[in-house]
């Protein structure tokens, strides 16, 4: 694949055009059980997100920008335009993508913090956080012994280490899901609203953490509401706002 | 066992004058040869074959006595045992049949017999080549005690699925801590066919294998006949850790003072006095004749 | 493109096309196609009647198909039609290369033997004569599935509903295969022991590698336990994809109204 001809709607005319290009992306939801209303969240989003780079989503609730990020993703589909990505040293459409391919670029290109953790019956949080580690062939000691660091950065007490994540507070859960996005070293990372339920000082370490990703050249993509982190994060901030649509009834 | 070979004299039996030689009338008897030659020619496996109403009710051998009825001939010498005893009620009801529907020479020793019909046993005395063994069978399908299903069954005989048998042996060492199964132990038959060799003591399972007699096998009520032809390759199925091994007794017979024979408890009174005999009468009597003695004279 | 590449190399461990099952004059499932790779899971989800069960049947071999092909990678690497085997070779992959776990596990487990003997009969099966291995493999398999050992000579029928299908399971899995075909595996279970079965089922697909088709109604089980998804509807494959991306942005109608029906707790 060459490099691809960006249009109009994309921001950067970059001749580095970024490990991840959203170009011309439109989502919208049809309600087939409201008789068939379409409900638009973005048209024609554009921009590009290179290696060192953090990118922040800015806009209002609502404005889409959860949406986009799912997309990249791959938890949305995508009814118009690319989100091409560098995967593997070639680049592909995720918009277009079989879904092994999607499932083959979360495990070695694309890392997601999720707002919320989707917790697994018995499964311990060291397990829960150290899986996607495992699953990109780092030996599971090895695995183990990374998590518990970070967990110990996390300020995450010890002793929640071993039980399954299910009846921890926000913020505990929030840490274990912050600790199993960044821990694996892949090309992007997808950041939604990491920092929301935690406290200033784990805040301030999650700030450090995206320092160090952006040092080691991974592009970042994320939702901060929180201002104080969003400046000391965003290299540029993207207002969703202007991507939106008003609704038409189908 | 050819019929033609010696003029039957129809006046010298005239209480069955009206019933053909063996009771069966001869397309019933050609019926059942070609079950028996389509099984000798497909070793242990089932042969289905439209048995016969009887005068005996099912379970005292119908299908051994179509069987001998089916090959039997004037010049064969018959002997029927049930659980080694020439003197017990089927074995001599058996015995009597023939007599009266044949006329043919019975017998009660081993060497003697050209067709020796069988219940649970197998004589002592090594059979010999040109005698036939028959055997009545109860149930002739193996594989019944874990698939109940006759279909079933038979696609398993058909594509040799046969983990089904060691399942039961494995359950066996499991609840007894040694296979426990101590008749109808299951074979297997050259190689192809698991077998059941009737509700024999698998004390008798060694003497099927490469046996010089012919060995058959009817099942009346179950409308199956099997065979296994002589020097046939006959195995009992076990563990490598758990391997075949036949009943050992740990006192020789008190009557003949045999060590290597199949015993059968007798109880002599209702005091607990007991004694442990051969089940084969027809070998203990010829070993006693020959001098030999237990540490009970009778 | 190398990892383009890498994809095209690697071979479905089956492949469906257009298969179709009639019964009679009603349609059983109808022009159903997808490929499963190695180590994924597919879930098949559907209201009763949609065509599921007779789908996994028809993929299982259990079930002749009316038309289409069912190709599987056999163990030497060739892709095979299922139905152009013989019924031995179709039996011999289904004890030993397959597994099949029966939504009420009295289909799948012989009732009358020890657990034990469940475990072991797929060893004694392809030719293990050890008493003792086939013992300390089922010793090992009861453990893998939560069972105390010493419940190793117990016969099923003693067991509660949510042990009998993790027996079930371990019964399945011993020979080391690599399909396994679930019915509704979680049904009939309580939510507790259901959540437990999950977990495990998570686990031992994870770890073994495992390719799975599973059947179910249940949206929770096919969330948890694979990565793709197809909806099916009157015996048609009406949606499929990625799983969350089923579950979180659905297209069809059907599929929005089986979504938005979940109860949330």
Known sequence: ?250 | MNTEARAFDWAEAPAIATYNFAYLDEQSKRMIRRAILKGIAVPGYQVPFASREMPMPYGWGTGGVQVTASIIGPDDTLKVIDQGADDTTNAISIRKFFQRTTGVRTTTATTEASIIQTRHRIPETPLTAGQVLVYQVPIPEPLRFLEPRETETRTMHALEEYGVMHVKLYEDIARHGHIATTYAYPVMVQGRYVTDPSPTPKFDNPKMDQCPALQLFGAGREMRIYAIPPWTEVTSLDFEDHPFAVQAFDRPCALCGADDVFLDEVIMDDQGGRMFVCSDTDHCNGRQQAGHAGEQET | MPAMQDMAAEQPLMSVRDLTHMYGNRTGCRDVGFDLYPGEVLAIVGESGSGKTTLLNCIAARLQRTSGTVAYQMRDGRMQDLHALSEAERRFLARTDWGFVHQNPADGLRMSVSAGANVGERLMAVGQRHYGRIRETATDWLGRVEIDHDRIDDRPGTFSGGMRQRLQIARNLVTGPRLVFMDEPTGGLDVSVQARLLDLLRGLVDDLGLSAVVVTHDLAVARLLSQRMMVMKNGRVIETGLTDRVLDDPQAPYTQLLVSSILQV
């Open chain 1, 1 to 250: 694949m060459t490099t691809p001809v960006l249009s109009r709607a994309t921001e950067t005319a970059d001749p580095m055009p970024g490990v991840l290009v959203l170009d011309d992306v439109t989502k919208s939801f049809t309600l087939h059980l409201r008789d068939g209303l379409t409900l638009p969240v973005v048209s024609g989003v554009g921009f590009a997100v290179r290696a060192g780079e953090c990118v922040v989503l800015g806009g209002q609730s609502g404005a889409g920008k959860s949406s986009i990020l799912k997309m990249v993703h791959g938890s949305y589909g995508v009814v118009e335009g690319r989100i091409l990505v560098m995967h593997d040293g070639a680049q592909i459409d995720l918009a277009t993508a079989d879904p092994r391919i999607v499932l083959q670029v979360r495990r070695r290109t694309i890392g997601y913090v999720s707002q919320f953790l989707r917790a697994i019956p018995r499964v311990s949080a060291l397990d829960v956080a150290a899986e996607p580690l495992i699953r990109a062939g780092v030996e599971p000691g090895t695995a183990r012994d990374r998590t518990a660091g970070m967990f110990a950065r996390l300020n995450l007490p010890e002793r929640l280490w071993s039980l399954p994540p299910a009846t921890f507070s926000g913020g505990e859960q929030q840490r274990v899901n912050i600790a199993r996005g960044f821990l694996p070293d892949l090309p992007v990372l997808l950041l939604d609203e990491p920092t929301a339920s935690l406290d200033q000082k784990n805040r301030e370490v999650v700030v450090a953490m995206i320092a160090e990703k952006k040092q080691a050249g991974t592009a970042l993509l994320g939702i901060f509401h929180d201002a104080d982190v969003r400046d000391a994060v965003a290299d540029r901030v993207i207002d969703v706002g202007r991507f939106a649509e008003s609704p038409v009834a189908a």
